[in-house]
């Protein structure tokens, strides 16, 4: 079973960069990374995937060691709205793999601050 | 137009009844998950359809179950309600393999349930 653990919460400050660390020491060889935002009342929603080095898209960068044993989510010059939690997931993506990759656990509650 | 629905948003009941909550969703996707979270925002998985059939199904009582009409749609009924059922459910769906990110899930907006 791929146990994640995160940080249960943190605090940043608007326009500031915000890096959220996941620990994943028994990740598969067929695994990715996942992760996740929500926001409250709503559901989670898809943040970036990653399987190894760096992925970046238009809302945040993913950096994973060659180890894959770990991997930071990195959110720049966050704002009031980025206040949310963030999962981190680690699983065969597909579903058929188990619940492995299904596992939101608890999450990292993310507070910005003006 | 919403990706993916659930009906109704919140459900407050007594104890021993029974309740359906149903999602639809209009993404194609073919599998569909249900979630519960929390009061403590625990997010779990319940199960999981791929295709109308159960593929996964994590250590829920029997008295929670998913009906899968097509590949749209995944209702949950849940018989004999119980103070401990109170959460969020969360409908969700995505498509093996399926788009650029793997297995990407789309999730409803939840019902709240509350059982008195």
Same mark, same amino acid.
């Given at each position: 079973?791929?146990? #994640?653990?995160?940080?249960?919460?943190?605090?940043?400050? @608007?326009?500031? @960069?915000?890096?959220?660390? &996941?620990?994943?020491?028994?990740?598969?060889?067929?695994?990715?990374?996942?992760?996740?935002?929500?926001? !409250?009342?709503? +559901?989670?929603?898809? *943040?970036?995937? +990653? /399987?190894?080095? %760096?992925?970046?898209?238009?809302?945040?960068?993913?950096?994973? !060691? =060659?180890?894959?044993?770990?991997?930071?989510?990195?959110?720049?010059?966050?704002?009031?709205?980025?206040? =949310?939690? /963030?999962?981190?997931?680690?699983?065969?993506?597909?579903?058929?793999?188990? =619940?492995?990759?299904?596992?939101?656990?608890?999450?990292?509650?993310?507070?910005?601050?003006? | 137009?919403?990706?993916?629905?659930?009906?109704?948003?919140?459900?407050? #009941?007594?104890?021993?009844?029974?309740?359906? *909550?149903? &999602?639809?969703?209009?993404?194609?996707?073919? #599998?569909?998950?249900?979630?519960?979270?929390?009061?403590?925002?625990?997010? %779990?998985?319940?199960?999981? /359809?791929?295709? %109308?059939?159960? *593929?996964?199904?994590?250590?829920?009582?029997?008295?929670?179950?998913?009906?899968?009409?097509?590949?749209?749609?995944?209702?949950?009924? *849940?018989?004999?309600? @119980?103070? +401990?059922?109170?959460?969020? /459910?969360?409908?969700?769906?995505?498509?093996?393999? $399926?788009?650029?990110?793997?297995?990407?899930?789309?999730? $409803?907006?939840?019902?709240?349930?509350?059982?008195?």
């Amino acid at each position: 079973l791929a146990k #994640t653990t995160q940080p249960i919460s943190m605090d940043s400050y @608007e326009g500031q @960069e915000v890096n959220i660390t &996941c620990s994943h020491n028994n990740i598969a060889t067929n695994d990715y990374i996942t992760w996740y935002q929500q926001f !409250p009342s709503q +559901g989670p929603r898809f *943040i970036i995937q +990653g /399987y190894k080095t %760096k992925v970046t898209n238009e809302v945040a960068s993913l950096f994973i !060691p =060659a180890d894959r044993k770990s991997s930071t989510l990195s959110l720049p010059r966050v704002s009031l709205s980025d206040t =949310a939690v /963030y999962y981190c997931l680690v699983g065969d993506t597909y579903s058929g793999g188990g =619940a492995d990759g299904l596992t939101f656990g608890k999450g990292t509650h993310l507070i910005i601050q003006p | 137009d919403t990706a993916v629905s659930q009906t109704p948003k919140y459900l407050v #009941t007594q104890m021993g009844n029974d309740k359906s *909550i149903k &999602c639809e969703q209009n993404l194609g996707h073919d #599998t569909m998950y249900w979630y519960k979270q929390d009061s403590k925002k625990f997010l %779990k998985i319940m199960f999981s /359809y791929n295709n %109308k059939e159960l *593929i996964i199904n994590e250590t829920v009582p029997n008295r929670f179950s998913p009906k899968s009409p097509d590949k749209a749609h995944l209702n949950l009924h *849940i018989n004999s309600l @119980e103070l +401990g059922d109170s959460a969020v /459910y969360f409908c969700a769906s995505s498509q093996r393999g $399926g788009g650029n990110n793997l297995n990407e899930q789309f999730f $409803g907006p939840g019902t709240r349930l509350t059982v008195l």
